[in-house]
C-alpha cells in the first residue's frame, strides 16, 4: 500500500527532476528484488566501525585452527594435532565456534581481501572435508556423535530444551557448522563449501527420513538454532525442493503457530532459542511467498523491539524474555541483555527489511548497532562481552582468546567483520543509503563507485559523492531517520524541497554524472527514553546514541575471563542501588532535556541541578559505546524529594537480604533456565520444566541432578524453594547418593514461594571433595515437587 509519493522540480536546472516519496510500507514487486551488495564491494573507511574490524582481525588470528577443529576429527575418529580449546569447547558444545570460525573467516576475508584470512580458512575446510568423507556426510564436534545420529534415525528422542538424548543443544551446535559452510560459499566464494554444504544437508535428509513430522516436532523442542534457515539456504542455491521442505520440516510448530495468530507467547522463553528459528520463519517467507511465516516473523519482531528492549537494542534477563509489564529484573540483574540475541535481531531487521523496505527496521539496526554490537568488543584487547548489564553501577567481562568459548565468542568473532554489510542495499534500478558509516561502495553493474565521507556521530553531516564512467539514470534512496529533526539534502550544494516525515525515504531519481555531490545535514539532538514497561527509569540518547556515564573500576572481579562455565558472568560486588545515581527533580513529570548539555566539539554531556547524590553530580555522560573497563549507568530512576525516600527505603531493606543471602551462597542454580542447569551439568529422566509467573522450575516423574562447587569446602546446607499450591508431591532428595530429606508436600501453603534448609550430614562435609551432586528423585507413582532454586550454602 503506498504512502503517497510527490513529484518536486527545483531550481538546480529545467532539465533536472526530483522525485521524492516515502517507501510504502508492504513490499512491492520491484521491493521483493531488493538485496544487499556483496561483501567485498563496501569498504569501510576510518572510523570506529573500521577500528573494530581490525581489532576483530587481530583475536580471529589470535586463535588455532587445530585447537577449533579437534572436536570434529576426534568425532571422525581422526588424529587430533593438539587438545582441544577449554571452556564450552570441551563441556558438551565441542565445535561450535568452528563453525562460527568458518563464517567470522570469510566475513574477514570479504571486508579486507586479508590472505593470511583466507589460507585460515581454506586449511579449516581441507580439515573439515577430511571429517566430513570419515563421517559419511556429517561433519560435527558433538560428544559421541554416532551414537546420537543413529538413536536419532531410529526415532529414539528424548529431547528438552537445553539437551538431545542427553547432549547439550547438538543441533543448535551443528547449525554453527551448516551456517560457517554456507558463509565460505555464498560470502567467501569457495565452490567446495557449496557440496560439503549439500552433502551435509543430504546426511540430514538421511538421518531424518524414517521420522514423522510428529517425531521431527519433537526433535525441535531442544533448541536447534537457525537450520530451517540454513535449509532454505540449500533450496535457494541448488533449486532443489526436498531442502525446502527438510526447512518446512525444521520449523517449530509450537512458536510458529501463536506468532501466525499475533498471540504473544515469548515471556519466560529463552531468548535467543526463538529469534533464531524466526530467521528461519521469514527466510522460507522471502522464498516461496509464505504470508504467514512472513507474518509470525513481523509480530514477532514488533513484539521484541517495541515490547521487550532496552534503549541499547538488547533483550531478555538471564537469557529469558521477562514480561513485557515489568523490566524490574532488568534493572536489578547482572545479567541483562545477551549479545547472541541482538546479533540474530540484525539478522531478522534485514531479512525483513529486504521484503519490506521500512525504515523501522533499520532505526532498530541502527540502534542496535552502535549501542550494543559495537560496544560489546573491548577496544584494545578484542575481548567480546556476553551479558551487558542494565543494572545501575554494575560493569561487563570480556572473553579471552585463550580461555573463553561462549556463544557470544563465536557470534562476536562474527559481529565485527561485517559492519560493511548492511551500509546500502539495491534493486535493479535503486540504490539505498541506510547507515551513516564512512566507506566506499563499488557498484560493479552500474560502473558507480560511491564514497560516502562523515565523521558521524562526532558531526552531523554525510557527504557523498558519486563516480561514473558514463551519465547513469537510477534511483538514490536516503534515509531520513526517526531521530533527525530537521534533516536536509544537498544536492551539487543545492537544496532539495523535503516533503517526507522523520522515518521514510527520500527517493530522488535522476540522470547522475560523474562527480555530482551529496550532503545529508543530520542535526542530532537530545532525548530521553523510558522502559516499554511505564516505569519511572530514563536513558539519556543523542541521536541514535545511547549516553552512559562511568561510576567507578573497584571490584570487578573477572574483568578478563578465565575458563570456567561462568566466567561470563560479571560476578564481582553489586554496588547497592541505594548507592547508585538517581535523576531527581520537583516532578516525575519533569524533562530531562532541560537538565543536559552537550559540551563544545565533543561527544560529552553535563548534567546540572538533576543528579542525586550529591558526589554524582559531576558524572560525564558519554556514547555508551565508548565506556570499558569501569563501572556505569545507562538507565536512571527519576524521583521526587517524596518518592525518594520511600524508594530509598525500600531498596536498603531488600539490599540487606540479598546481601545477607550472597554471604552465604557457595553456588545456586536455577533450575529451568538453559545456562545456568548447562552450568551445573545437568542429567535428567523423565523430567519436564516450565514457568510459573516469572520464575521457571522443573520437576520429574522419574529424576534430576546438578553438579555444585565447593571450591573452599565451606557448605553446610542446601536451601530449596518451593512453590506453596504444589500438592500430592512425594520424593526424596539425596546428595552424592546419601538421603539428605524426604518430602511429601500437600499444597498447603497456597500461592507463594517458600524455602526449606537440608543440613549436610558430617560424612558429606569431611569428605572435602570439592562438589556435590544434588538428585531430586520421585517415589513410584508420584512427581518430585517444582524445583524453582537450588543453593548450596554455608552455616551461620
Known amino acids: 500500500m503506498s504512502m503517497g509519493t510527490a513529484i518536486f522540480r527545483n531550481n538546480l536546472s529545467a532539465a533536472l527532476l526530483l522525485m521524492l516519496s516515502m517507501i510504502p510500507i508492504w513490499g512491492s514487486a520491484q521491493q521483493a528484488k531488493l538485496k544487499l551488495f556483496p561483501h567485498e564491494d563496501v569498504q569501510l573507511l576510518d572510523s570506529p566501525f573500521r577500528d573494530a574490524m581490525l581489532v576483530d582481525l587481530e583475536y580471529i588470528l589470535k586463535l588455532d585452527p587445530d585447537r577449533l577443529l579437534a572436536p570434529f576429527l576426534k568425532e571422525a575418529g581422526l588424529e587430533t594435532k593438539v587438545e582441544s580449546y577449554p571452556n564450552w569447547e570441551n563441556t558438551g558444545l565441542d565445535g561450535h565456534i568452528g563453525g562460527h570460525y568458518l563464517t567470522a573467516l570469510s566475513l574477514m576475508y570479504a571486508a579486507t581481501g586479508n590472505q593470511e584470512v583466507l589460507e585460515r580458512l581454506n586449511y579449516m575446510l581441507d580439515e573439515l572435508q577430511k571429517v566430513q568423507q570419515a563421517n559419511v556426510g556429517y561433519i560435527g564436534g558433538v560428544p559421541d556423535s554416532k551414537e546420537l545420529w543413529q538413536q536419532i534415525s531410529e526415532g529414539n528422542i528424548n529431547a528438552g530444551s537445553f539437551s538431545l538424548n542427553d547432549r547439550w543443544v547438538p543441533l543448535y551446535n551443528i547449525h554453527k557448522t551448516y551456517a560457517g559452510l554456507r558463509d565460505a560459499y555464498q560470502i567467501a566464494g569457495i565452490e567446495r563449501a557449496k557440496t560439503m554444504l549439500i552433502d551435509l544437508s543430504d546426511w540430514m535428509l538421511e538421518v531424518t527420513s524414517d521420522l514423522s513430522e ?3 516436532q519433537e526433535l525441535l523442542i531442544s533448541e536447534y538454532g537457525g537450520l530451517n534457515e540454513t535449509f532454505a539456504d540449500v533450496y535457494e542455491i541448488t533449486g532443489e525442493k526436498k531442502y525446502l521442505d527438510l526447512a518446512y520440516a525444521f520449523s517449530q510448530k509450537e512458536l510458529l503457530k501463536p506468532l501466525e495468530d499475533d498471540q504473544d507467547v515469548l515471556t519466560g522463553m529463552h531468548a535467543n532459542t526463538q529469534i533464531p528459528k524466526v530467521i528461519g520463519f521469514q527466510t522460507i517467507a522471502a522464498l516461496n511467498d509464505n504470508r504467514e511465516y512472513r507474518d509470525a516473523a513481523s509480530f514477532f519482531w514488533d513484539n521484541v523491539v517495541n515490547e521487550r528492549s532496552v534503549a541499547i537494542g538488547g533483550n531478555s534477563v538471564r537469557e529469558h524474555f521477562h514480561p513485557k509489564d515489568d523490566f524490574s529484573t532488568m534493572m536489578s540483574s547482572v545479567q541483562g541483555p545477551e549479545t547472541c540475541n541482538t546479533y ?51 560493569y561487563r567481562v570480556y572473553s579471552q582468546p585463550e580461555t573463553s568459548f561462549w556463544c557470544c565468542v563465536g557470534s562476536g568473532l562474527e559481529n565485527h567483520g561485517k559492519y560493511n554489510e548492511f551500509i546500502y542495499a539495491h534493486t535493479e534500478n535503486e540504490l539505498y543509503v541506510n547507515l551513516f558509516i564512512p566507506s566506499i561502495l563499488n557498484w560493479e553493474e552500474k560502473g558507480l563507485k560511491l564514497t560516502q565521507k562523515t565523521e558521524f556521530p562526532n558531526e552531523e553531516t554525510s557527504k557523498i559523492s558519486i563516480n561514473l564512467k558514463e551519465v547513469e539514470e537510477f534511483t538514490l534512496m536516503l534515509r531520513y531517520p526517526t531521530w533527525a529533526k530537521g534533516f536536509n539534502i544537498l544536492v551539487n550544494q543545492e537544496k532539495v524541497e523535503l516533503n517526507n516525515e522523520p522515518g521514510s525515504y527520500v527517493s530522488i531519481k535522476r540522470e547522475w554524472t560523474d562527480g555530482d555531490e ?156 538453559q545456562q545456568p542447569e548447562s552450568d551445573h551439568f545437568i542429567k535428567t529422566e523423565n523430567s519436564n520444566s516450565g514457568i510459573n509467573g516469572e520464575k521457571h522450575w522443573r520437576d520429574a516423574s522419574g529424576w534430576f541432578s546438578y553438579v555444585l562447587k565447593d571450591e573452599n569446602n565451606e557448605a553446610g546446607k542446601v536451601r530449596i524453594t518451593y512453590y506453596g499450591n504444589d500438592k500430592d508431591r512425594n520424593f526424596n532428595i539425596l546428595i552424592d547418593d546419601i538421603l539428605i530429606g524426604e518430602e511429601k508436600l500437600k499444597g498447603e501453603k497456597g500461592d507463594t514461594y517458600f524455602t526449606r534448609d537440608y543440613i549436610l550430614p558430617k560424612k558429606l562435609i569431611e569428605k572435602k571433595n570439592n562438589e556435590f551432586t544434588i538428585k531430586f528423585q520421585a517415589k513410584e507413582n508420584s512427581r518430585t515437587a517444582g524445583i524453582y532454586e537450588v543453593r548450596l550454602m554455608k552455616i551461620k
Open 518 to 673: 551529496i550532503e545529508l545535514q543530520i542535526p542530532m539532538n537530545i532525548s530521553s527514553v523510558g522502559l516499554p514497561d511505564g516505569s519511572n527509569n530514563f536513558a539519556l540518547k543523542y541521536g541514535p546514541l545511547v549516553l552512559g556515564a562511568k561510576t567507578g573500576n573497584e571490584y570487578m572481579e573477572g574483568l578478563f575471563a578465565d575458563a570456567s562455565r561462568g566466567g561470563h558472568i560479571a560476578a564481582g560486588k553489586k554496588i547497592p542501588l541505594s548507592e547508585t545515581p538517581i535523576f531527581l527533580a520537583d516532578t516525575k513529570n519533569a524533562d530531562l532535556v532541560n537538565y543536559i548539555s552537550k559540551e563544545e566539539g565533543e561527544l560529552k554531556f553535563k548534567t546540572k541541578d538533576i543528579l542525586y547524590p550529591e558526589k554524582f553530580t559531576s558524572l560525564t555522560f558519554e556514547p555508551f559505546y565508548q565506556i570499558h573497563d569501569s563501572r556505569y549507568v545507562i538507565y536512571l530512576p527519576l524521583e521526587t524529594p517524596e518518592s525518594l525516600k520511600q524508594l530509598q527505603q525500600e531498596r536498603q531493606k531488600n539490599e540487606l537480604e540479598e546481601q545477607k543471602i550472597a554471604a552465604l551462597t557457595i553456588d545456586q542454580v536455577a533450575p529451568g533456565e
Open 214 to 216: 510428529e517425531q521431527i
Open 344 to 394: 540474530n535481531m540484525l539478522k531478522l531487521s534485514e531479512k525483513l527489511f529486504l521484503t519490506e523496505a521500512n525504515e523501522k527496521y533499520v532505526d532498530y539496526y541502527e540502534q542496535a548497532l552502535y549501542n550494543h554490537i559495537l560496544s560489546s568488543q573491548h577496544p584494545e584487547k578484542g575481548g567480546f562481552v556476553y551479558f551487558t548489564p542494565m543494572r545501575p553501577g554494575h
